[in-house]
Structures are given as C-alpha cells and as structure tokens.
C-alpha cells in the first residue's frame, strides 16, 4: 500500500508542476525573417516532411531539397531518417535514384513522375507552389494577398499556412491534391532563400 500512496502522491505533484508551469509567461516566437517578394525569389535550400497518397499506396518521410532555376537536388528519407530516393534535374533531365538501386530518368520531372508513379504529377510546378506563387487561373487570396487555394492544369492547390502573418511570409503547409492524388509538403526549415 506504500508505493501505491506513494506513486499517487508523485503522480499529484507531477501533475501540480505541469499546472504551474502551464501558467507561466508565454514566449513569443522569434519572428521569421523578412523576405524579398516571393516573384524575384529563385533559388532556395528547404527541408521538411511530406506525405504521398494515390489509389494504391502512401507513403511519409522527410525531404532534404536544394532548387536554383538551372537544378534541383531532393533527397527523400524515410520516417526513420534512410535514404528512399535521390531526385537530380538539371540541363540534361531529371534522374531518379532508388534505395533499392533502380534509376529512372526522363527529359522532364513530370515525364519521371509518370513513369515513377504512373502519374504526371506536377513536379515542375511545385517550386513554385512553396514560394506560395501560382498561375492566375483561378485564385482566392487572403488580406495580406498571399494566395490561399488554386487551381491549375486540374490540381488544386492549398496553403494551409504560412510561417507567419507578414506579406512577405512563405508557405508552411501546402497540399496539392487531384482525384485520389495527394502530395502534402510541411515545410519546417528554409535556408539561404534569395
């Protein structure tokens, strides 16, 4: 009877100290640093996770991803942090490699993406949509004028958030779904943006 008296009284103050430090000051957030305007943004180093549903499979892990106008070198991980793929494009394509040693390569990253997934999914595009800029087809905004859903060529494109409330902010949460498709990019760390 004593070490149960005694776990419900440890229990106790555990749960006294987690009330008392739930009413401690709140600390603000330092704030996420002022960018250029998203249209003259070109190049980036970003990593975050991700998340890829279609009809037949799903698939979770994190995204290490250097992008200029002339490349892009993304490397996907899985949950528990090992390389699933390495995607390269440059002038010559794009190629991509599989931890299980298979390569595919194609002029185009959509054109990888069908053979890949059996599905011209919009890769092209995408560093684009993280920049949080889009085509004007079909757009709704929010009061900063950032852009809050699309659509283009048949996806819809959602920013579910931003990294902050300033203009200038770039996207935290995108999704871009089609049909059964969808791709979800949290964005966690963004470097040398410009």
């Known amino acids: 009877m004593v070490g149960l008296c005694s776990r419900r009284q440890f229990l106790a103050g555990l749960g006294s100290c987690s009330l008392l430090a739930a009413c401690g000051p709140i600390r603000d957030l330092p704030a996420p640093p002022e960018r250029a305007a998203r249209p003259s943004l070109s190049r980036f180093q970003l990593q975050g996770r991700l998340s890829l549903k279609t009809a037949q ?27 699933v793929a390495e995607l390269r494009r440059d002038a010559q394509g794009a190629d991509l490699l599989l931890a299980d040693g298979r390569r595919f390569n194609a002029p185009r990253l959509d054109q990888l993406a069908q053979q890949v997934f059996g599905e011209a999914l919009p890769l092209d595009r995408v560093p684009d949509w993280v920049l949080g800029r889009v085509q004007e087809e ?23 958030s931003y990294e ?31």
Do not use: Y
């Not at 995204?63 to 390389?83: A, K, R």
């Open 138 to 160: 079909r757009v709704s905004r929010d009061a900063w004028g950032r852009v809050l859903r699309c659509f283009e060529a048949g996806w819809q494109v959602d920013m579910l």
């Open 164 to 194: 902050s409330d300033a203009p200038s902010a770039l996207p935290k949460v995108v999704s871009v779904l089609r049909g059964d498709v969808e791709l979800r990019l949290r964005l966690d760390q963004w470097d040398d943006v410009s």
């Open 57 to 83: 499979e799903a698939f979770s892990g994190r995204f290490s991803w250097s992008h200029g106008p002339e490349f892009d070198e993304l490397d996907i991980l899985s949950p528990l942090g090992q390389t």
